[in-house]
């Protein structure tokens, strides 16, 4: 019942503190004086009725305080009172308020800055109008164990019609020769559906979007382009809308620009950064003009959910209608193949193969900030004896428990809330620098930034440690015996059994968590020194890749290369100017599937139906294996040996019949127990010939580093075994190379056989193998330095509470030294003691890393999140720092000399 | 806390809306008039009225006015606020029954139970 008198009140006590207080002291002054009046009246002189009156009244000085406590507001009172104290006793010890305050700030700044990024990419909606309705649509043909192989045409329009979805778009990611501009350039493309702008809700800052009522067969003669290329390729341009653009030789006509800042919804930074978006129906020239229903060639889609529905209902509703599919077409749906359409939460897509990374970062970091605080509690206990005399005082001249709990609480919270803001203060500093030092595939449709809940979450990590590093201290004050406390007399140690007990547990805690943290670093660290070391079986030493793409127009009448023998042609042409160049001792051209480890899960590079002979099944039911479309150099340039036959050589060319060269994986899983050699097989159905496995080669960790076993199959340029001709083309050359030179040398080459062709992406393969472990390393970096901070705030812990239970027992140990005690049994006895709490940190941090590894194991690599090497491992070398954190104190017991403890105690 | 409100608590408070609700007093006036009423039975610590009045003002049950005095001297008058004059009622009805259900239990005979 705060009334009105109650502010009034309260503001007197705290606005106008100097008048209420004169008015306190008149009202009572004119008391006195009316009672001495009284007392004159009935016969005392005026001195002795003064005197009377003022002892009748008591002690105003009490009775003030009793005043100021009835005007209310008391809790703002002691809090100003506490925080000023505390103000003072920070002061007064600037050493550990220095080490408190740089602790928090580094913990707190640390601990925010991972959260600005968690906040960023996993707690924020994905950008767009009811990001909740959006999903990603999936095909699985778990009966051929293939997942999400893509859905066809026909299928599109079925789940289009079905009421299940506002809008759906298939999103077909591809590259394009942007030409007409200055020099021919690469751009990111995205193929979709009319209604893909519409289904996001995002529109264009100037222009419009496609219109998605637009169903006339092919693309749409229109194009949207993102705000990063309007600038950079058009000089933001004011009147680009209207604009003509060359695409692979097409005409196409700029409709729209995207906002600054807008990102596709994509797995990697290569899908999320488009730089064109073009539209089409997905059937009519130069696409089919009735596609089969089982030919799976859009290979993503996205979806808007229609209002109301959940992402549940709408699932079930796909399966009933994938089952009456089934049923009307049991042609094109084999049963074994067990169809399946699964929707998932777009932003699963997005952030899904981040997630695990960021939580542990943020779990890591997150004990760090634990372990500071209980080496700030363990500070605080020891100063809480140097001030425990300070404490009984108070308490015996009638301080409550409760208020010096309070007390107590008050100057840590001022400690954790001091830095805090320190650390804020660093992270804001910092944070263009560290901004940076986020890798690049971390999807960042929404901006890294101290935002409001970053702030707040800020403040809440700081109050919490606050609250952990105070309350252990705090509930110790409380406990205090009086009579023991000042029976010591000024000597300031307490040395209770509790708070002993309580430092010891607070070190338990830290080499528990510094152990968790510590294996899970080394498993981290494990995984990527395996993954470093490898055999990647090819050589990526002095290789430079260098990519160009050969236009594919939708008018083929323009199309330069549509036929193997133009393409084989411009091939022959590029490698033979190519080996011209300095340094060049060999060179190869390949696929986009070809470059080591430089592809993603890419739709530019799909897997090709296997067909072996004798054992031909109808085309969706037969297995899918990557396939690489080389030139025959390519296998010496790499360093990819042949174990059986012969490699392809340049007699296989279109007159020839078609030869293939597998590797042992391909042999092992489709011939386990023939000889491969001279078997048949085709890689496309629609091919009539048979062509022949002439080589088996070694194995090659082509498509990822992480698996060494993918059927791979290999085919000549010259021949086209696949009937797929190769758009994107990777010229790999080796030698001594003059990297800076060697891409304007390749481009020059390249564009004398065709002025149109964009040359790009050039990188050594060097550095291609490095760039794709390069997440791996970011987390495993930051994960060690995390590692390491708490192994040395560990070290500390336990060296302080080693050194404080030696001075404690100096006496004891100076009897038992009196006594006749060997120096080497009080060294065993405090080692003794300094292990013993190791050792029950390290059993419950065992129980703790098992746990945290298990749930991480998506993370390892060639090490199993139980491995007992590391665990051991790691145990043993915090043993090891235990023992030496404990050696110095340990010394220093040894060295007591008797007669002076004896006489100090 | 002060020994009155100790051995008989809520009572200062009673006695010292009571004693406002005849007239505006002083602190002095209060304490006056509470002896004089009840034919100096009930005496209060001096100096422990004055938290009991600043409690009540804050709570808004009294309000102060600075003006002179009999005596001609300066101070400080409390005078009884509307929810103050409520408060008298309902804290006298409440003393009445107390003071009632008392007697009864004291007045008691062992053959009347």
């Known amino acids: 019942m705060k009334s009105l008198a109650y502010f009034r009140s309260v503001a007197a006590k705290f606005f106008r503190r100097s008048q209420t207080e004169r008015e306190m002291e008149e009202e009572l002054r004119s008391h006195i004086q009316h009672r001495a009046e009284d007392l004159q009246r009935s016969g005392l002189d005026r001195a002795e009725a003064e005197r009377r009156a003022r002892i009748e009244f008591g002690s105003p000085e009490r009775f003030k305080e009793e005043c100021r406590e009835a005007l209310g507001g008391n809790f703002i009172d002691t809090l100003l009172q506490d925080v000023h104290f505390s103000f003072r006793m920070l002061r007064k010890s600037p050493g550990f308020t220095a080490v408190a305050v740089l602790t928090i700030a580094v913990g707190i700044g640390a601990t925010t800055a991972i959260f600005s990024v968690v906040d960023a990419a996993l707690l924020h909606p994905l950008p767009y109008p009811h990001p909740e309705q959006l999903v990603s649509i999936e095909d699985d043909l778990p009966g051929i164990s293939a997942q999400d192989v893509g859905m066809s045409e026909p299928e599109w329009q079925d789940l289009q019609h079905s009421g299940i979805f506002e809008y759906v778009s298939p999103t077909w990611y591809d590259d394009n020769n942007l030409t007409g501009s200055s020099k021919p350039a690469r751009v990111s493309l995205l193929i979709v559906a009319p209604d893909y702008f519409a289904l996001l809700g995002v529109n264009p800052q100037m222009g419009c979007g496609f219109n998605p009522e637009n169903h006339t067969p092919g693309f749409t003669e229109e194009v949207v382009i993102s705000d990063t290329m309007w600038k950079r390729d058009f000089a933001s341009d004011p009147q680009i809308v209207g604009r003509n653009v060359r695409m692979d030789t097409d005409l196409y006509r700029i409709i729209g620009v995207m906002p600054p800042g807008f990102q596709a919804p994509g797995r990697t930074t290569r899908e999320r950064n488009i730089e064109i978006w073009a539209a089409t129906s997905f059937y009519g020239p130069p696409l089919a003009d009735q596609p089969p229903r089982n030919r799976r060639n859009l290979p993503t889609a996205i979806a808007r959910l229609r209002p109301g529905l959940t992402i549940a209902a709408a699932q079930s509703q796909v399966d009933a209608l994938v089952e009456s599919l089934q049923k009307q077409f049991p042609a094109d749906y084999p049963e074994q193949a067990r169809w399946r359409v699964r929707l998932l939460p777009l932003k699963e897509i997005v952030v899904g193969n981040v997630r695990q990374s960021l939580i542990l970062l943020l779990g890591a970091v997150g004990l760090v900030l634990v372990i500071g605080c209980a080496n700030i509690a363990n500070l605080m206990l020891a100063r809480a004896s140097a001030r425990g005399r300070e404490m009984a005082i108070r308490q015996a001249l009638g301080a409550g428990w409760k208020r010096l709990m309070q007390q107590l609480l008050t100057e840590s919270l001022l400690l954790s809330l001091i830095g805090g803001i320190a650390g804020l203060t660093i992270l804001f500093w910092m944070r263009d620098f560290l901004v940076r030092l986020v890798p690049e595939s971390l999807p960042r449709l929404n901006n890294i930034s101290i935002s409001w809940p970053v702030l707040l979450f800020a403040l809440g990590a700081s109050l919490l440690a606050g609250v952990i590093f105070g309350l252990v201290p705090a509930l110790q004050a409380g406990r205090l015996d009086l009579t023991h406390v000042l029976k010591m007399d000024g000597r300031g140690s307490t040395g209770s059994r509790q708070q002993s007990r309580a430092r010891r547990v607070l070190v338990v805690a830290e080499f528990a968590l510094s152990l968790v943290l510590m294996i899970t670093a080394s498993l981290l660290l494990r995984s990527f020194w395996d993954l470093v070391n490898v055999r990647l079986g090819f050589n990526p030493e002095s290789v430079l890749t260098v990519k160009t793409r050969l236009p594919y127009p939708n008018d083929p009448k323009t199309d330069l290369y549509a036929t193997a023998s133009q393409q084989a042609q411009f091939v022959r042409e590029i490698l033979q100017r190519n080996r011209k160049l300095p340094g060049v001792e060999e060179a190869a051209v390949g696929d986009l599937g070809a470059i080591p480890l430089g592809h993603d899960r890419d739709n530019q590079n799909p897997p090709v139906p296997l067909i072996l002979e004798g054992h031909e099944t109808a085309a969706n039911q037969s297995p899918l294996v990557d396939a690489s479309i080389v030139t025959p150099g390519y296998f010496h340039l790499l360093g990819i040996t042949l174990r059986r036959g012969r490699l392809l050589n340049d007699f296989d060319n279109d007159k020839a019949p078609g030869a293939v060269v597998i590797n042992e994986t391909m042999a092992e899983t489709y011939w386990p127990n023939e000889d491969p050699l001279g078997k048949h097989l085709k890689l496309s159905s629609s091919e009539s010939s048979w062509a022949t496995v002439v080589g088996i080669v070694a194995d090659a960790r082509i498509e990822s580093l992480e698996n060494a076993r993918i059927s791979e199959i290999y085919t000549s340029v010259y021949q086209n075994v696949s009937r797929h001709l190769a758009h994107h083309l990777a010229i790999l050359l080796r030698g001594h190379l003059d990297t800076a030179a060697i891409p304007d040398q390749v481009r020059e080459q390249v564009q004398s056989v065709d002025p149109t062709l964009p040359v790009f992406g050039a990188e050594m393969l060097n550095d291609t193998v490095s760039a794709s472990l390069a997440q791996r390393r970011f987390l495993m970096e930051i994960v060690a330095i995390f590692a390491l901070t708490a192994l040395l705030l560990t070290w500390l812990g336990i060296y302080g509470v080693i050194s404080y239970i030696v001075s404690e027992r100096t006496h004891e140990i100076g009897i038992r030294l009196a006594l006749g005690a060997q120096r080497r049994r009080i060294l065993q006895m405090v080692l003794r003691q300094g292990l013993g709490l190791a050792v029950t940190g390290a059993v419950i941090g065992l129980v703790g890393a098992l746990i945290v590894s298990n749930l991480m194991s998506g993370l390892l690599y060639g090490v199993r999140p139980t491995d007992p090497l590391t665990f051991a491992g790691v145990a043993l070398l915090l043993m090891i720092v235990a023992l030496l954190a404990c050696y110095i104190p340990a010394r220093r017991a040894v060295r007591v000399d008797p007669i002076v403890a004896l006489r100090e105690a | ?113």
């Open chain 2, 1 to 113: 806390m002060s020994d009155e409100a100790e051995l008989l608590p809520g009572t200062l408070d009673l006695l010292i809306l009571k004693a406002v609700s005849l007239g505006p007093l002083h602190g002095y006036g209060v304490l006056l008039r509470i002896g004089q009423i009840s034919g100096q039975t009930l005496l209060i610590e001096q100096g422990a009225l004055y938290p009991a009045l600043f409690r009540l003002v804050r709570q808004g049950l009294l309000t102060t006015e600075w003006d002179k005095s009999d005596n001609n001297r300066r101070a400080k008058y409390y005078e009884l606020t509307r929810k103050g004059r409520k408060r008298l009622r309902e804290e006298t009805e409440w003393w009445n029954r107390l003071a009632a259900a008392v007697a009864t239990v004291l007045a008691a005979e062992p053959e009347g139970i």
